[in-house]
């Protein structure tokens, strides 16, 4: 009986993870190329169209373009945290309504199909009716795609208002802090940010679940 090499033992375990590289390689792509606008005199917009677009579609977060802008101009560092927050909310009111007026029908017509029953339904927009806003202020602080939960909030029908609101209270938390880092510290707390905001924004998610959590059992 012939050996088989190691090498065509793994085979179908490198087919299988190509995909995945093949993935991230895009992205790191992705991320090169939406930096690359940060030296440009026109960044700031390029930062506000593309804070529009991650809200709704573009998987590149604004963090990436706004910590280089801020870094090189600490004195716009916070005019630039404005304008990727405006963006941002406002591109997630544009994936609030794709998902109320575009994925709101798909998902009746799941129910019509008897691909989902009706009772799972209003199970989950009562229970998104209940913790939505929650729901929604961690995606907008956290490293959660808040992509996902600007088009959910529209399918489950989650009131713009408060929807528009809370991403505002979110969005502009995250950004507004980011400038006003790197306004005090300049191009020095750059790295920093890069490397550990991300964390402190799972610590701080963590003490506002534990908090509510805590309202909700003594009230």
């Given at each position: 009986m012939a050996?088989?090499?190691a090498t065509e033992a793994a085979r179908p375990v490198f087919l299988l993870l190509r995909p995945f590289v093949w993935f991230q390689r895009l992205m790191r792509r992705m991320?090169?190329?939406t930096m690359s606008f940060a030296s440009r005199p026109s960044a700031v917009w390029w930062l506000f169209g593309f804070s529009f677009a991650e809200s709704s579609f573009?998987?590149?977060?604004?963090?990436i373009l706004l910590?280089?802008?801020g870094a090189?101009?600490?004195?716009k560092a916070l005019r630039a945290a404005f304008l990727c927050t405006v963006a941002s909310v406002l591109g997630g009111m544009l994936g609030w309504a794709i998902g109320y007026f575009g994925g709101r029908p798909v998902l009746d017509a799941f129910v019509s199909w008897g691909i989902l029953s009706q009772t799972a339904v209003d199970t989950a927009v009562g229970w998104y009716d209940e913790h939505g806003v929650l729901i929604v202020l961690a995606a907008a602080i956290t490293p959660i795609p808040y992509k996902v939960f600007t088009i959910t909030s529209g399918v489950l029908n989650m009131s713009l208002l408060p929807f528009a609101l809370t991403s505002l209270v979110g969005r502009g938390f995250r950004f507004m802090l980011e400038g006003l880092l790197l306004r005090i510290?300049?191009?020095?707390i750059q790295t920093e940010i890069e490397k550990r905001f991300d964390f402190w924004m799972?610590?701080?998610l963590a003490l506002l679940v534990g908090g509510f959590a805590c309202f909700k059992l003594l009230r």
């Open positions: 050996q088989v090499s991320k090169d190329w573009f998987p590149i977060p604004p963090d910590l280089p802008i090189a101009n600490p004195r510290f300049g191009a020095r799972w610590i701080f």
